[in-house]
């Protein structure tokens, strides 16, 4: 039974994803974001209370707020920034849907962004150049994240050519979902980039075997079989079912959401224990961001969750990852898979974050 104030998403709008240094790299993260928040600003059904924004590699100063402003939203508009790694973007819609439960807000816009291309270096002061922060506290392990996939799938038996065959689906999803304008709805183009830039066409298992691993002699992780590095922002309206209700509009209502952790060096594995506390029978649709096959795979394997139907039309492994963008991406794709196109009526989003963090939600379509 929905309730009065369930969270619904009534609205969910992404740019396309580029490559880092491809045809955003001159794009911030508030420009990215900026051109989202209006669109959807362009639905609300009366003043925005707040916008919440996921990101990771800054450049810090609240791009929230910068964003909100950016996109014309009013001086009012406080804007928050949420860094929880991989999870920002999926927490900040959590957040909002949260405050919306609790009425403290009426109507929210939440999701994430990531430039990679334009994200400052970082130093520590004796001058050593990083390109993360630590995961862990110094001393305790704390793998980067490609290794750790490694570890993860060694430890899950999953075989490389099962990471290649998954990786392969992935792109040969996205390439056929591009060709049928299952995107076109949700973008918000930035100027001459109209399309996510990473999927391959013919990007097939025996193409992907060729591939060397890429973390050190053994491991399965290649190139192919894991996302990229990549720059894009997407972004989610959510009120009240009541709102809902009294617009006549169909939406996406939060049943539930969970967030856990797991040791550090097995971030991979964040998922896990997010999704066992959501889970309820078996979902229409489940978009599950896809860092590295392996990973993706063995949360799987340890949910019960059939892989075929993971990422019906592309995950992040074709798609791209834009780190504090893609737990968004995932709600958009729901929203716009169940409820603009009408292709079933519960789902699930999930993923793994750094640090060992799982963010899980269960949606379900309201008209």
Same mark, same amino acid.
């Given at each position: 039974?929905?309730?009065?104030?369930?969270?619904?998403?009534?609205?969910?709008?992404?740019?396309?994803?580029?490559?880092?240094?491809?045809?955003?790299?001159?794009?911030?993260?508030?420009?990215?974001?900026?051109?989202?928040?209006?669109?959807?600003?362009?639905?609300?059904?009366?003043?925005?209370?707040?916008?919440?924004?996921?990101?990771?590699?800054? %450049?810090?100063?609240? %791009?929230?707020?910068?964003?909100?402003?950016?996109?014309?939203?009013? +001086?009012?508009?406080?804007?928050?920034?949420?860094?929880?790694?991989?999870?920002?973007?999926?927490?900040?819609?959590?957040?909002?849907?949260?405050?919306?439960?609790?009425?403290?807000?009426?109507?929210?816009?939440?999701?994430?962004?990531?430039?990679?291309?334009?994200?400052?270096?970082?130093?520590?002061?004796?001058?050593?150049?990083?390109?993360?922060?630590?995961?862990?506290?110094?001393?305790?392990? +704390?793998?980067?994240? *490609?290794?750790?996939?490694?570890?993860?799938?060694?430890?899950?038996?999953?075989?490389?050519?099962?990471?290649?065959?998954?990786?392969?689906?992935?792109?040969?999803?996205?390439?056929?979902?591009?060709?049928?304008?299952?995107?076109?709805?949700?973008?918000?183009?930035?100027?001459?980039?109209?399309?996510?830039?990473?999927?391959?066409?013919?990007?097939?298992?025996?193409?992907?075997?060729?591939?060397?691993?890429?973390?050190?002699?053994?491991?399965?992780?290649?190139?192919?079989?894991?996302?990229?590095?990549?720059?894009?922002?997407?972004?989610?309206?959510?009120?009240?079912?009541?709102?809902?209700?009294?617009?006549?509009?169909?939406?996406?209502?939060?049943?539930?959401?969970?967030?856990?952790?797991?040791?550090?060096?097995?971030?991979?594995?964040?998922?896990?224990?997010?999704?066992?506390?959501?889970?309820?029978?078996?979902?229409?649709?489940?978009?599950?961001?896809?860092?590295?096959?392996? !990973?993706?795979?063995?949360?799987?394997?340890?949910?019960?969750?059939?892989?075929?139907?993971?990422?019906?039309?592309?995950?992040?492994?074709?798609?791209?990852?834009?780190?504090?963008?893609?737990?968004?991406?995932?709600?958009?794709?729901?929203?716009?898979?169940?409820?603009? !196109?009408?292709? *079933?009526?519960?789902?699930?989003?999930?993923?793994?974050?750094? *640090?060992?963090?799982?963010?899980?939600?269960?949606?379900?379509?309201?008209?």
């Amino acid at each position: 039974m929905t309730g009065e104030n369930t969270p619904v998403v009534i609205a969910a709008r992404r740019t396309p994803i580029g490559t880092a240094g491809g045809g955003l790299r001159a794009y911030t993260v508030d420009a990215l974001a900026a051109p989202v928040l209006a669109a959807l600003a362009a639905q609300a059904p009366g003043p925005i209370d707040d916008v919440l924004l996921g990101n990771v590699m800054g %450049p810090g100063g609240n %791009p929230a707020r910068v964003a909100a402003l950016r996109a014309g939203l009013g +001086d009012a508009i406080p804007g928050m920034t949420l860094d929880r790694q991989c999870a920002s973007g999926l927490s900040a819609v959590v957040a909002a849907a949260s405050a919306i439960r609790a009425g403290d807000a009426q109507v929210l816009l939440a999701g994430g962004a990531e430039s990679p291309s334009t994200a400052p270096a970082r130093t520590w002061p004796d001058g050593t150049v990083y390109t993360r922060a630590p995961f862990a506290p110094a001393g305790s392990p +704390d793998p980067d994240m *490609g290794p750790a996939a490694d570890v993860v799938a060694a430890r899950a038996r999953i075989s490389r050519p099962r990471q290649d065959a998954f990786a392969a689906r992935s792109h040969a999803r996205a390439i056929a979902a591009q060709r049928a304008g299952t995107f076109d709805a949700e973008l918000v183009p930035l100027g001459h980039v109209a399309a996510d830039e990473r999927p391959r066409d013919r990007f097939t298992v025996e193409r992907l075997a060729r591939f060397r691993p890429a973390f050190g002699i053994g491991g399965t992780a290649t190139a192919a079989n894991s996302c990229g590095v990549n720059d894009g922002a997407a972004a989610v309206l959510v009120v009240s079912e009541r709102r809902r209700r009294e617009l006549g509009v169909p939406g996406l209502a939060l049943e539930a959401a969970a967030t856990r952790g797991c040791a550090p060096e097995l971030l991979g594995l964040g998922a896990v224990d997010a999704i066992d506390a959501v889970a309820h029978g078996t979902p229409d649709a489940v978009e599950f961001t896809e860092a590295f096959a392996g !990973q993706v795979l063995a949360c799987l394997d340890a949910t019960g969750i059939d892989e075929k139907t993971v990422s019906p039309d592309g995950g992040a492994i074709a798609l791209g990852h834009p780190w504090g963008a893609s737990g968004a991406v995932l709600v958009t794709r729901l929203f716009h898979r169940l409820v603009v !196109q009408g292709r *079933g009526e519960t789902g699930l989003a999930a993923l793994s974050s750094g *640090g060992g963090i799982g963010v899980a939600t269960r949606w379900r379509v309201v008209r």
